[in-house]
């Protein structure tokens, strides 16, 4: 399972498990986990998941 971001809303990113298939040169094709027409950011993912990490340990420390 792999994890890409999808745009919710304006600059608002979910992250989100799919299932990668087959794969050609850079292309790959994802067989489950994503509908038809749902946007994912190919760039600055490393920065999306950062972020999720900084959100999730905040929430953590609230919770203490």
């Keep these: ?3 890409v971001y999808v745009e919710v809303s304006p600059h608002v990113f979910e992250e ?3 299932q990668i298939g087959k794969k050609v ?3 790959s094709e994802i ?3 994503l509908k038809l027409g749902e946007q994912v950011a190919v760039r600055g993912s490393l920065q999306l998941r950062g972020m999720a990490i900084q959100q ?3 929430s953590e420390e609230t919770q203490d």
């Design 1 to 3: 399972t792999d994890l």
């Design 16 to 18: 989100r498990r799919v």
């Design 25 to 27: 040169g850079e292309v």
């Design 31 to 33: 067989t489950s986990g």
């Design 56 to 58: 999730i340990a905040r």
